[in-house]
């Protein structure tokens, strides 16, 4: 008979199936697919009292008791939706309702520089999914026409005198605007009149430059640079004594002026950065180097959309039972149906794969206790397993085969 057993191709098993399980506490009240599950095993713990005799020396066994059974299964799962994950972290799975919203002028206080600003309801919940998102200062931040370190705001004469130039901008882009005085005033000590300038826009200077000649007759001459956007305010003080000469030092008198348009908003990538990870916790990142600074409030624009989250509440279950269905297609061997009437089910070791190092996708285990329950299944408390077919053949009908 062991011979035979042997023998028959489809007591040798390599398996596959599929597993459902029925949680008590799933308000669907229904099995539910585990997904693919890389391995399916049971064990039976059986625990023994023994008696050996103390009459000789070979102390014989006299009797063994069994004092219990403990019938167990392991489960190894890859597939991580919330149903699974909440039986992974024993925990339950929840919804998460986000209402559409559309965010105008949200105040938000910018902790530290580089930092995080994290986009939240009154309640503290967290914004997901968002987009459109757009930065502000609480004010917005006026044009400005700076001189920076290359040229000079005042030119001094030999009496006393001084050209001053200052700069007012409504142009829309930031530039460099170069102004170059190519001839003094004709009578500086009374007016501006005859004063010649040439000015350029962009990084590389004065290249093919625009002349202006002023014909003010007073101190002061109010200058609009074409299409640039910048004014220049020219002016010459009076008590002078003497009668003053702007001479242009070494030919000429440069200027170089940075000018910031009004900002209403701003810069995403340089003053903060969004993408579309960051959006889907509702980030935004500071920049270190931008023009927000620490302790500063911001104006946030952003769209949140309609959504249910499924949620899962990790390590908050006090038990996880239900009811356990496998089914299998075996590759080779017999096709088995196992029922488990009243399990339970407890997270065995890491809940891996959430960062990997990218060789292998993740997996976690689960252990199932099976209880008995001699009331509703006297002939099988724990589980049944039932021979359904073999694999590759027509299903079988379940006559029972003595031979087997």
């Known amino acids: 008979m062991a011979n035979q057993a042997f023998s028959e191709p489809e007591d040798l098993m390599l398996g596959a199936g599929e597993l459902y399980f029925y949680r008590s506490d799933d308000n669907n009240k229904g099995f539910h697919h585990l997904g693919n599950a890389e391995s399916f095993s049971l064990t039976v713990d059986v625990t023994t009292v023994e008696k050996n ?19 167990t299964g392991t489960i190894t799962l890859d597939e991580y939706n919330p149903y699974n994950v909440a039986l992974g972290l024993f925990g339950s799975e929840n919804v998460h309702h986000q209402a559409a919203t559309a965010l105008v002028n949200e105040p938000y206080k910018v902790n530290s520089v580089p930092g995080i600003i994290s986009l939240k309801d009154s309640a503290g919940n967290r914004y997901y999914n968002v987009s459109s998102v757009v930065v502000k200062p609480e004010s917005a ?6 001189f920076s370190s290359s040229g000079t705001l005042n030119e001094t004469d030999t009496a006393g005198g001084t050209f001053a130039i200052s700069g007012t901008y409504t142009g829309s ?10 001839d003094a005033p ?6 501006i009149g005859g004063l010649k300038i040439e000015y350029a826009v962009g990084a590389a200077g004065l290249v093919s430059p625009t002349t202006f000649t002023s014909s003010s007759s007073t ?10 956007g910048l004014t220049l305010t020219v002016s010459l003080p009076t008590g002078s004594t003497g009668t003053p000469t702007f001479t242009p030092s070494s030919g000429s008198w440069t200027y170089t002026i940075n000018c910031t348009p009004a900002s209403t908003a701003y810069k995403e990538g340089v003053d903060y ?12 990142h500071i920049c270190k180097d931008g023009a927000i600074t620490a302790g500063s409030t911001v104006l946030v624009d952003a769209t949140v959309p309609k959504g249910d989250f499924v949620t899962v509440s990790g390590a908050s279950a006090s038990k996880i ?3 356990l269905l496998f089914v299998g297609d075996a590759t080779q061997g017999n096709n088995y149906v196992l029922e488990g009437w009243n399990v339970e089910i407890t997270p065995n070791g890491d809940f891996g794969g959430l960062i990997s190092d990218g060789s292998d996708f993740g ?16 002939d099988y408390p724990y589980y049944r397993l039932t021979k359904t077919g073999v694999a590759s053949e027509d299903e079988s009908s379940g006559v029972y085969d003595p031979l087997e």
């Open 219 to 228: 101190t002061t001459d109010t200058i609009t640079l074409g299409s640039t």
């Open 53 to 71: 005799s103390s009459m000789n020396r070979h102390r014989e066994l006299m009797a063994s008791v069994t004092t219990a059974v403990k019938p």
């Open 141 to 146: 931040t006026p044009a400005s026409a700076l």
């Open 321 to 323: 039972k239900g009811e």
């Open 273 to 284: 950065v969004v993408d579309t990870q960051s959006n889907r916790a509702g980030i935004i």
């Open 186 to 191: 004709t009578t500086p000590a009374t007016d």
């Open 173 to 182: 882009t930031s530039d460099n605007i170069y102004v170059r005085v190519v």
């Open 363 to 378: 997996n976690f285990e689960l252990t199932v206790t099976f209880i008995a329950d001699y009331m509703k299944h006297r």
